[in-house]
């Protein structure tokens, strides 16, 4: 890690490659959700920048990374103002396919303030990206000197002739699985690391329970090293492989479910802050899927005050921007992990993906990784 005067710490190779959603988002903000047929009015509207990968690039970016986004927009205004918002942040778009004619993809926000959700309506981009659009030149240039490639498991085809060649040159793989989709289990089969939302373990599965589930995924996947479930303000769960098999043999057989468990009860009702909990180097089985040697991580999730959540859109990308920069610099799981969640929460008190966005700047960071 280089050193820094404040903030966050530049870690050594800083430079990270996204390629999935980039877009518009047209968020409103209403009393309530509203019913079919009515007509309400807003009570505040924000266009901003959005996309799975294109949020969470951002997010690593204003932490210190250096990332290179691979995506594609249409030549006019909003696909303007998806390239001129990330260079501002930061990010390199210089890989980005502009067609001269289409349009740019866009998403409808609704967030009701009375319930704290949103509500997403997406509206794709044309024509959409196919992998002739990527010439291997600009693919090899795209990813010298990478650490880490994360994708948002959008256009499959294309992301898999960048996961291919990721692989080849052995830069480690992050993949962000919210829902099964076209392609996904490709691109899982070469992914060093999983970041998924709270259904995906069970519906990807089939298992009865999510840490039942995180250990068919790790045993599905034999080149992942762990695997991280977000759980909203629950928190997250994290099972991290071992990689000594040898270790493992003398390892008495735990049960999974009933590990997490006792992870939950020793979590401090009183902390309003990110924690995270920990068991030892444990055998893990679930009963019918088998079992895995590694360690089980519970990570609360920050208590933020009703009167402070303004809007949850993009949480899950600010946690994927987090964990990109955790990976680069080289945090352990236990300061990841509240680290990754604190910037999610912070990011929940503005309305937008963005706005809330910290900067590595911010000291509240420091604390969590120094």
Known sequence: MMSSDSGLLHPENPIIVGFGGACVDFLAVVASFPKPDAKIRSTELKVQGGGNAANALTCAARLGLKPRIISKVANDGPGKAVLDELEADGVDTSFFVVSKEGTTPFSYIIVDSQTKTRTCIFTEGYPPLVSEDLPRANLLSALNGARVVYFDARMPETALVIAQEAFRQNIS?????????EGLNDLLELADCVVCSE???QAWTEASSIPRALVSIILRLPRLKFVIATLGKDGCIMLEKCEDDA???????????SCLISLTKRKDNSTVMPTCI???????????????????YFGTAEKIPPSELIDTTGAGDAFVGAVLYAICANLSPEKMLPFASFVAATKCRALGARSGLPYRTDPRLASFTN
């Open 278 to 296: 920990s068991s030892s180097v444990t055998k893990f089985r679930a009963d019918g899927i088998g079992c895995v040697c590694g360690r089980l």
């Open 173 to 181: 793989i992050l993949i962000d699985a919210e829902r099964p989709r």
């Open 247 to 257: 270790e493992g043999s003398h390892l008495e057989e735990i049960d999974v479910d």
């Open 199 to 201: 259904k995906f373990p």
